[in-house]
């Protein structure tokens, strides 16, 4: 299984980006994909994740209503849409799956596949 993030950049704050997670050697439409960041000098944690088989997604409350998470499983490809970016967002995004896990676990422990992150900055 391999992952690729692509998409970071800097922008100024209230801007949108699109990340895109390229995958291979894993089926989309089971278990489970999701997004995480970690900033500098913090824990990694869970942004958004969908489990296309149970039909679910989760979203930490930091990005509720602001990300969107969505997948294409004939292309296999994982999206996170990011709109109204906030200097708050700025961290490196990782992509991540779990063939394990069906439900979209924000526990990183929970995914046996990560791709490299790649870098978002928010800043004015």
């Known amino acids: 299984v391999q992952l690729q993030a692509s998409g970071g950049g800097l922008v100024q704050p209230g801007d949108s980006l699109r990340l895109s997670c390229t995958t291979s050697?894993?089926?989309?439409?089971?278990?489970?994909t999701g997004w995480f960041r970690q900033a500098p000098g913090k824990e990694r944690e869970a942004v958004s994740c969908?489990?296309?088989?149970?039909?679910?997604?989760y979203y930490a409350d930091s990005v509720k209503g602001r990300f969107t998470i969505s997948s294409d499983s004939t292309k296999n490809m994982l999206y996170l849409q990011m709109n109204s970016l906030k200097p708050e967002d700025t961290a490196v995004y990782y992509c991540a799956i779990t063939d394990w896990v069906t439900i979209p676990s924000p526990n990183p422990y929970d995914y046996d596949y990560w791709g490299r992150g790649t870098l978002v900055t928010v800043s004015s």
């Open positions: 050697g894993f089926t989309l439409d089971r278990g489970a």
């Open positions: 969908i489990s296309t088989s149970a039909g679910s997604t």
